[in-house]
């Protein structure tokens, strides 16, 4: 189970934004979606949560778990 605030990946009207799990503003904005993701792993990566990353439209993306997971996943793409 995730220690901290998941971070989610998200669009915004300037480019893409991290935004903690349950939070009103956005931690931080970038241009592009990987700048977005790479910070948004190094906030999940200190705070043992979760990356969700989002499409355009809303819908999720990928999600990458970097706390405690009862259940880790078996893929192996990191």
Not at 18 to 26: D, F, L, P, T
Not at 36 to 64: F, L, P, Y
């Amino acid at each position: 189970m995730a220690e901290g605030k998941n971070q989610h990946v998200v669009p915004h009207k300037t480019g893409w934004a991290v935004e903690g799990e349950g939070a009103s503003k956005a931690t931080q904005v970038f241009t592009t979606q990987q700048k977005a993701i790479e910070r948004a792993r190094e906030i999940a990566q200190n705070q043992r949560s979760e990356v969700v990353i989002h499409r355009r439209d809303g819908t999720i993306r990928d999600k990458d778990s970097y706390g405690n997971d009862p259940c880790p996943a078996k893929d192996r793409k990191h």
